[in-house]
């Protein structure tokens, strides 16, 4: 007989607000009262003419890569306001795509680009090199689509391999440093039962935002890098997803709801 869900449980959820639909709809599913604390905000770069650049001479690169569903936004968002009318010429014409997982790939299927590439496994930067690497690209050109954060695996990776790679930054990931007094006070009263973290960058903002206070919940990690991150802050989480899916975060959740009744 399985056990059921409590009743009452509520999920605290830290990305972007315009990011958390999927994730808020997959903890309803399972009766969790959710609320959404941003600790991090996506920005438009400060300078565009980078982007454009990048947008003019991307028909010149083998490979192109995408690190992340906000790569993807900035990048089509900035083409479809360049050249509107020629959207999907341009998008039937770009070189070979990766992307770093599934979400990132759906998020390019929006905009009509559905001939992606992504890794078997490891949802990041490792396992975009790992799959690069049983290819032959030296001497390619590869541009890398990204925010102004993350770390440098992939081009150092990249380039060690033989591959002429060129960076460009679409949009900008900052900290926001204040959060709502009532989830403030949810989280002080232990009323806020979990708290997923969905990347490094929010992991860090996190911890900044409420500090000590985190120790009256339990934080739920997308992946081992982010909760390398989360450790090395002094706050491990109680659970990682088994791979760097938004569904697979809720259910690494659920199973640990599941073991406590």
């Not at 890569?65 to 999907?88: M, P, Q, T």
Request: negative net charge.
């Amino acid at each position: 007989m399985t056990t059921p869900l409590p009743t009452e449980w509520n999920v605290l959820l830290t990305r972007p607000a315009h990011q958390c639909g999927e994730l808020k709809r997959l903890f309803e599913n399972y009766n969790a009262t959710v609320f959404i604390q941003p600790t991090i905000e996506i920005l438009p770069p400060d300078d565009w003419r980078d982007v454009d650049l990048a947008i003019n001479s991307v028909f010149g690169c083998d490979v192109l890569i995408f690190a992340s569903s906000n790569g993807v936004s900035a990048f089509f968002d900035r083409v479809k306001f360049l050249i509107s009318e020629k959207f999907e010429n341009y998008t039937r014409n770009l070189p070979k795509i990766f992307a770093t997982g599934p979400g990132t790939s759906e998020t390019l299927a929006n905009y009509g680009v559905t001939d992606v590439r992504i890794p078997n496994e490891g949802y990041d930067a490792e396992g975009i090199v790992k799959l690069l690497a049983s290819q032959d690209i030296a001497g390619e050109k590869v541009m890398i689509i990204r925010g102004n954060r993350g770390r440098d695996v992939l081009p150092d990776e990249l380039r060690r391999l033989g591959a002429d790679v060129r960076q460009v930054t679409v949009y900008q990931s900052i900290d926001l440093t204040e959060p709502s007094q009532e989830i403030a006070s949810l989280l002080q009263c232990g009323k806020i039962h979990w708290v997923t973290v969905t990347s490094s960058a929010i992991g860090r903002s996190l911890v900044r935002m409420f500090g000590e206070t985190l120790r009256q919940t339990k934080l739920a990690s997308i992946s081992p890098i982010t909760s390398q991150v989360l450790c090395e802050c002094g706050f491990p989480p109680a659970v990682e997803a088994g791979e760097a899916t938004m569904s697979a975060l809720v259910e690494a959740v659920v199973e640990s709801v599941f073991k406590k009744r």
